[in-house]
């Protein structure tokens, strides 16, 4: 009878497993973006609004690329590699997961559904990381190429907690001394 209960309790919990587990795997969005750009700007607002929507398994790295040149020449390098040509091959925002790209996000509920959809709908047995392939390909390339990701959790983080307890220390004994000055005038 224990022999029995173990099995039946064994097929059910090789049943009960996911088949298809890609759903589960770390996906990265990646986001090359202008600083004065007005659409990357209002997209990454809406993303950082609704981060509690993003799955866990979804990472967005962004690239900026109007001020850094390797991260521009990564993100005309992952266009091509994608197959984008002629004037997209410079527009921002780019985003691209895994072999597949989006050019252009305005901000909105439709464009973050879009974005999610796209991510969720990679299928990791043939997950070619596109933009980390070309990282490696650069880098083997020149030695000293670099590119600067931030990630939306530090695009979007408060100010250092340091810094914000020595600014507060520094405002209250500006405030002291002026209060003392006031309090205790000096007679003459």
């Known amino acids: 009878m224990k022999k029995l209960f173990f ?10 497993m996911p088949i ?14 202008g600083d004065t750009c007005p659409h990357c700007e209002s997209s990454l607002n809406y993303l950082n609004e609704h981060k509690e929507e993003i799955p866990d398994n979804i990472k967005i790295v962004t690239y900026e690329v109007y001020n850094n040149s390797n991260n521009e020449k990564l993100h005309e ?10 004037d997209d091959l410079e527009n921002v925002p780019f985003i691209a997961v895994g072999n597949k790209y989006r050019i252009g996000m305005d901000g909105i509920k439709s464009d973050f559904d879009e974005l999610m959809s796209l991510a969720q709908s990679v299928d990791n047995s043939d997950y070619t990381d596109v933009v980390a392939s070309t990282i490696k390909e650069m880098k083997k390339e020149d ?16 100010p250092n907690k340091t810094v914000t307890i020595v600014a507060f220390t520094i405002f209250g004994v500006i405030i002291i001394g002026f209060l003392a000055m006031v309090l205790f005038p000096k007679k003459s």
């Open 7 to 16: 099995i039946v309790l064994i097929l059910i919990g090789i049943t009960s």
């Open 20 to 33: 298809n587990s890609y759903a589960s795997e770390d996906i990265t969005i990646y986001f090359f973006r």
């Open 77 to 86: 390098e992952v266009a091509k590699k994608l197959g984008v040509t002629g």
């Open 143 to 158: 030695k000293s190429f670099k590119v600067k990701a931030i990630t939306l959790e530090k695009l979007y983080a408060g």
